[in-house]
């Protein structure tokens, strides 16, 4: 009997195929869930309706806020501007330390409680002052279809788009997604297979495999982040590894964020990131040549701040997410060298602080900028 219900929200896929036994392969990411009639995907919302893989959560979000775009986190995309976030339920990776575990590990449907078009959300961006959407809280990867026409309504109202998520997709997908989006945030967990395969359950290489396409097949700005997690990937070998690995195959301009773990989910034994362990991989990162290099979760000012890569000046002092201090000139040149920062930058940065501002879709009156 098929369990997969159909209504309004579950609208058919295009990455799938059906194999030999009659079971049907999802292929969005290198999971590769075969399913049987009825069965839905670790992931929860792409099911086997009996035809091929439906996605059965497009149009209902969890939930709508608008954040500082520091928060994403990304520091040289639009810095100080406001931008709307939202995700679905479900993920395709089964971190045992998420830390919005009860969206991604949702298996309710019910999580879902506000619906909304592509056009609404682009309407309701632009209305809000936002200068970006971010797909967000859950991996837009499982909800492709969906991100993807927000992206196109988006775009059309002249609205950025910003894709935060683990980077474990397959390479058709992974294609089609990126075109329409204009900035990622990509969370490279570990710099080993083993935790990738013991803890989020998935692999290494694919991600690497993202990052490799976005940075020189895309005009995508990318930047990277690394939960750091006491015992699990905060050895000095790992992150000299890692941060030799991003200058060697991605540059030395794309920023990592070194963001702090606090114990959740799965992992409630693993005490919360010390304040040196972040400092201590920043700075192996500057030290190996990462020319941006910022930490996350901690108040640290000198580790929220952009300096210059040439000549050290600072460009953006930050205190967590609040601007106190834009000097870059000419649209992203040190005032000091003139040796210009990486990034999407405008003449003068956003106002929007950091406030968090949950929205209620269908009650939305301009915000400001």
């Known amino acids: 009997m098929n369990a997969v219900e159909t209504d309004s929200y579950t609208v058919p896929t295009r990455y799938w195929h059906a194999l030999d036994d009659g079971r049907i392969q999802c292929d969005v990411c290198p999971r590769a869930c075969k399913l049987h009639d009825g069965q839905r995907g670790l992931c929860f919302v792409r099911a086997n309706d009996g035809k091929g893989i439906v996605l059965t959560t497009y149009g209902r979000s969890s939930g709508f806020c608008i954040d500082p775009i520091e928060k994403k986190p990304l520091n040289h995309f639009l810095p100080g501007t406001p931008v709307l976030s939202f995700g679905t339920a479900g993920c395709n990776l089964a971190c045992k330390f998420c830390q919005n575990w009860d ?11 506000s619906a909304a078009t592509p056009e609404k959300l682009a309407r309701v ?11 967000t809280y859950n991996d837009p990867t499982i909800f492709l279809e969906y991100a993807v026409d927000v992206a196109q309504a988006c775009h059309e109202e002249g609205v950025k788009t910003v894709a935060v998520t683990a980077g474990y997709i397959c390479p058709e997908p992974r294609m089609e997604f990126y075109q329409f989006m204009d900035a990622a945030n990509v969370d490279l967990k570990a710099f080993t297979e ?36 006491p015992g699990k990937n905060d ?44 400092k201590r991989a920043r700075e192996i990162a500057l030290k190996n040549g990462v020319n941006f290099a910022y930490t996350g979760n901690v108040h640290n000012i000198s580790g929220d701040t952009t300096f210059c ?61």
């Open 103 to 113: 969206i991604s590990k949702s298996r309710e449907i019910d999580t879902l409680g």
């Open 125 to 135: 961006a632009k209305e809000s002052g936002c200068r970006s959407i971010a797909f």
């Open 194 to 229: 083993q935790f990738y395969k013991e803890i989020t359950g998935s692999h290494l290489q694919p991600v690497l495999d993202t990052l490799v396409y976005l940075k020189h097949e895309t005009p995508v700005w990318l930047e990277l982040t690394n939960l750091i997690i």
């Open 235 to 278: 050895s000095d070998e790992e992150l000299n590894r890692m941060t030799e690995w991003v200058v060697e195959n991605l540059g030395p301009n794309v920023p990592m964020h070194f963001t702090a773990f606090h114990p959740d989910w799965k992992m409630r034994d693993i005490p919360a990131t010390p304040p040196a362990t972040l």
């Open 309 to 369: 890569s040439h000549c050290g000046a600072e460009l953006i002092v930050r205190d967590w997410y609040i601007i106190n201090e834009w000097r870059l000139v000419e649209g992203g040149k040190c005032p000091e060298c003139g040796t210009i920062c990486p990034g999407v930058f405008e003449e003068e940065p956003g106002t929007w602080g950091a406030r968090r501002l949950p929205v209620r879709i269908n009650t939305v009156a301009n915000l400001g900028t």
